[in-house]
């Protein structure tokens, strides 16, 4: 069966820090994969996915990057955080072609 | 540009009752509708909607979309407190094979016993 892991969980950085959170997938090839952001009482804000190892798409302007260096493996960064840049992260994966996406346990990040 | 509302934003109801939750979306390319229940962290997987008018039903959760008027809805009856979580609807739209979705604020749905 297929799992996604990320990591860490919690997370707090002070402003001007980097970033680097990672997900991997296991059980499946080639998904599609993505990272959303959850303001507090909000929904999910899609940040960037991919369709294949390089390729990256982002959805919104940010202070924010992601690579897929693996094919099962994603990665999201930053140089410097911002105080905005707090949130709930969670990465996710697809089946190509597929409409359902399934999500990993998320970090929360606090930039203080 | 392409949205999805969700109603109401909150609703605090006692175990036994039965709740609706409404999801509106306005899109240029419809392919799906899902929902989401999510308690602490991962949002899990509830249904997925294509077709106007088929309810589709997982114990005491059902849901059903109407294509014409844009909208869907999620029922529960007989709500445990188990059921306390935010629920998310978002949409696919018809986009290659990104699947991404685009979501709704979420309705938080507290159950006291």
């Known amino acids: 069966s297929q799992t996604i892991h990320q990591w860490p969980a919690t997370l707090v950085q002070p402003v001007g820090s980097p970033l680097s959170l990672e997900c991997t997938v296991e059980?499946?090839?080639?998904?599609?994969l993505y990272w959303y952001r959850q303001a507090a009482g909000r929904g999910l804000q899609l940040l960037f996915y991919?369709?294949?190892?390089?390729?990256i798409s982002s959805e919104v302007p940010q202070n924010l990057s992601a690579s897929r260096p693996q094919d099962r493996q994603f990665i999201l960064s930053s140089k410097k955080l911002l105080l905005s840049d707090s949130g709930f992260y969670l990465c996710?994966?697809?089946?190509?072609?597929?409409?359902?996406?399934?999500f990993g346990q998320g970090t929360r990040l606090t930039v203080v | 540009e392409d949205k999805v509302v969700q109603s109401p934003l909150s609703l605090v109801v006692h175990e036994g009752d039965t709740v609706t939750l409404n999801c509106s979306y306005e899109?240029?390319?419809?392919?799906?509708l899902l929902w989401y229940k999510q308690e602490k962290k991962a949002p899990t997987f509830l249904f997925m909607l294509?077709?106007?008018?088929i309810e589709k039903k997982s114990g005491r959760l059902s849901s059903i979309l109407d294509k014409k008027e844009l909208f869907s809805i999620l029922n529960i009856t007989a709500t445990q407190t188990g059921d306390s979580a935010v629920y998310l609807c978002?949409?696919?739209?018809?986009?290659?094979?990104?699947?991404?979705?685009?979501f709704g604020q979420g309705t938080t749905l507290q159950v006291k016993p």
């Open positions: 978002a949409y696919v739209p018809l986009s290659g094979n990104t699947g991404k979705l685009i």
């Open positions: 294509t077709s106007s008018g």
């Open positions: 996710a994966w697809s089946v190509v072609g597929a409409a359902e996406a399934f």
């Open positions: 899109v240029t390319n419809f392919r799906s």
């Open positions: 059980g499946t090839s080639n998904p599609n």
């Open positions: 991919s369709i294949g190892i390089g390729q």
